[in-house]
């Protein structure tokens, strides 16, 4: 597929077509939209032929268009773009392979999403009943088969969020998880401890700690960490450490970081796959006798 779009880079799974068209740089922003304008009409017409080669028909109803800049305003209107007779829509969010993407910078959009689905959904696995009868095994079997995977689908860009945005998921994760128990009066840590429940963060330390064992055999690895090397690179050229012929440093380059680094720093600060804190039977009598004094 890369031979016919080569002016964009197009990530195909099954019968879903994602493809992103950048802008240039260092032209007016006036400037950038027609130029864009005219590679989207380049772009479809391209795809229209793939299409009719690989005998695969584009599904126009679902074929829509979304624009994203660092700008403050947006083209006003935005270009007419048309896919053979099928004029495509503008759209400010759109899902992707169970992502939400949006127009704003951050994961705001589809943490707000996961928490709107999970709470719909440890609804229905409290409402479920055999025999009008339900039970706390029951229940908790339920919530691992039709709750935990939306968490678990947010593991990839976990060490990508804030500090805030992960004590958010983790409690929301335990609340739910007390709701399926029916013993919300207890504290996250408390709860944990009494019924041996991992955090969210040890299930994506797990998680991150078999993601990186496989990149270490395999090509995508190897270009991760090739890709890491040069952004490391870039990082010091923009910072004055090192100079690069024919190029000069701009004030409107935007500060970059690199995601694995990211996620490796989080898994050194994380350190563990199971925080649970064991306490004893004395300890927990103690605390049901003097509860105030564990404040």
């Given at each position: ?20 068209l950048a802008g240039q740089i260092g ?206 690179y870039r990082s010091k050229w923009q ?57």
């Open positions: 597929m890369a031979d016919f779009l080569p002016g964009a880079m197009s990530f195909f799974f099954a019968d879903d077509l994602a493809a992103v032209i007016r922003f006036t400037d950038q939209c027609i130029d864009l304008e005219h590679r989207l009409h380049t772009f479809f017409e391209q795809l229209e032929f793939y299409a009719i080669l690989a005998v695969q028909p584009i599904n126009y109803s679902k074929t829509q268009a979304m624009f994203s800049a660092r700008a403050v305003c947006y083209p006003n209107p935005l270009p007419q773009v048309y896919c053979g007779d099928h004029k495509v829509e503008w759209i400010t969010s759109f899902k992707y392979l169970g992502y939400w993407l949006s127009t704003k910078l951050g994961w705001g959009h589809i943490i707000n999403k996961t928490k709107l689905i999970v709470r719909q959904r440890i609804a229905l696995v409290n409402s479920f009943r055999i025999s009008g009868k339900s039970s706390t095994h029951l229940r908790r079997t339920l919530f691992s088969t039709f709750v935990l995977p939306y968490f678990t689908w947010l593991f990839g860009l976990f060490p990508l969020f804030t500090e805030l945005q992960r004590t958010s998921l983790n409690h929301l994760y335990f609340t739910l998880l007390k709701r399926a128990y029916r013993c919300q009066c207890w504290e996250d840590l408390i709860f944990s401890s009494m019924y041996n429940e991992k955090h969210l963060h040890d299930y994506c330390y797990a998680y991150w700690e078999k993601y990186l064992k496989a990149l270490g055999k395999s090509k995508d690895g190897y270009l991760l960490w090739e890709q890491s090397d040069l952004n490391d910072e004055g450490d090192s100079s690069i012929r024919c190029l000069r440093r701009s004030k409107r380059f935007v500060s970059h970081r690199n995601v694995l680094e990211q996620s490796i720093t989080w898994m050194a600060t994380h350190g563990t796959s199971d925080s649970v804190i064991h306490y004893s039977y004395d300890d927990f009598l103690c605390f049901t006798r003097f509860p105030d004094s564990f404040k």
